[in-house]
């Protein structure tokens, strides 16, 4: 896989786990795979990403193809309730499958932390390009245009799965009120991931609780759907081949699926330090701004939503996102981690603060809802 912003990496000490046990864990367990498996897999870190740890597997067996297997495992310290769950994550991408091409196939779940202190799965590493804060070839702005257009695509794909069709992903629903279940728990694991440095984030709480809309629709959404979870064609046609880290994916409002996204969607005119958490190629010319990827969506959905109603999934994308950065920077602050990269994550807290409360506070001016 081509992956130049984010090539494995040896293993930080704090994130290692014994290898020859996942090694015959998965000589036991991956039988389809077992003629690949020859030995001792050898074990780099994927040093992007802020959640959950992803390890590339080598194997090089003689006189067969090398093959590439990826681990994912959840992270050290304090984990928010309900989060990290791998076999989650196993699943709903072993049930996928069948009507959403977008996943790699699965090798095995293991939930005996007997094994490396955790439970974790195994997948299959697909070959292709991820992009990261910069591409790795210049692209034109058709090229960079397109590639909007086939994250779009993708996105629509996936929002339009019969979900009722698939008895895994239908239990994943919850019925209406995803908007108001969202908002109630991310205010909640706000207050659980607070420090003694994080603000008063009172009145966006209350702006939040008091402007839900209702839900537009019940589909599934992955809940972390961004370029950089995205994988290319090798072939450099900019076709999408695989969507990762399906961590948070669920049955819930596809707007709220979009806020989300867009919440990391840092385009070229934005401010010198919203800037500085672009970790997708998004300013690049020939990109779609926010504005015009919601409104392509709405349009190939079917959604009428005025900019004003729109604020919500914006101000919602920001405090969540606020949040996940919240919890990262609890775990740092509280010394659970030594990873010097999550050393950014609590001025970052600070920043959405007072962007969300722009946001809300130019509703308020113009009279929005």
Request: aromatic share 10%; charged share 25%; proline share 6%.
């Amino acid at each position: 896989m081509t992956d130049e912003g984010n090539p494995a990496k040896p293993v930080r000490a704090e994130d290692a786990f014994d290898v020859e046990a996942v090694a015959a864990w998965l000589r036991e367990h991956a039988t389809a795979f077992r003629e690949d498996l020859e030995g001792t897999p050898e074990v780099r870190q994927f040093p992007g990403g802020a959640s959950n740890l992803t390890y590339l597997l080598r194997y090089s067996p003689k006189n067969r193809a090398q093959r590439d297997l990826i681990l994912r495992r959840p992270p050290t310290g304090a984990k928010a309730a309900g989060a990290h769950d791998m076999g989650r994550e196993f699943r709903i991408q072993s049930a996928l499958a069948p009507v959403f091409p977008y996943v790699p196939r699965m090798v095995g779940f293991c939930q005996d932390e007997s094994v490396i202190g955790s439970d974790f799965y195994v997948m299959e590493k697909l070959d292709g390009t991820i992009l990261r804060r910069d591409l790795p070839a210049p692209m034109t702005e058709d090229e960079a245009s397109t590639l909007c257009a086939h994250a779009l695509d993708v996105l629509v794909d996936l929002h339009s799965v019969d979900v009722a069709s698939v008895p895994e992903l239908e239990k994943l629903g919850r019925g209406d009120g995803y908007v108001g279940r969202q908002v109630s728990g991310w205010i909640h694991r706000f207050g659980k991931a607070r420090t003694d440095d994080t603000g008063d984030w009172s009145d966006i709480v209350a702006w939040l609780e008091a402007h839900q809309p209702a839900d537009v629709a019940q589909t599934l959404i992955h809940n972390d759907y961004r370029l950089d979870n995205m994988v290319l064609a090798p072939d450099g046609s900019l076709r999408i081949i695989g969507v990762l880290d399906w961590e948070m994916a669920t049955v819930g409002d596809p707007l709220m699926d979009l806020g989300g996204m867009l919440s990391y969607w840092v385009q070229a005119d934005d401010d010198e330090f919203f800037l500085m958490f672009r970790r997708q190629p998004t300013t690049e010319p020939g990109m779609w701004t926010r504005q015009e990827f919601v409104e392509r969506y709405c349009e190939r959905m079917g959604y009428t939503v005025t900019p004003a109603q729109w604020r919500f999934y914006e101000v919602f994308g920001l405090f969540r996102l606020a949040v996940i950065a919240q919890q990262i920077w609890y775990r740092y602050f509280h010394k659970q981690t030594t990873n010097e990269a999550y050393a950014v994550f609590g001025p970052a807290v600070g920043y959405l603060e007072q962007r969300c409360r722009r946001l809300v506070s130019a509703g308020s001016t113009t009279g929005a809802p």
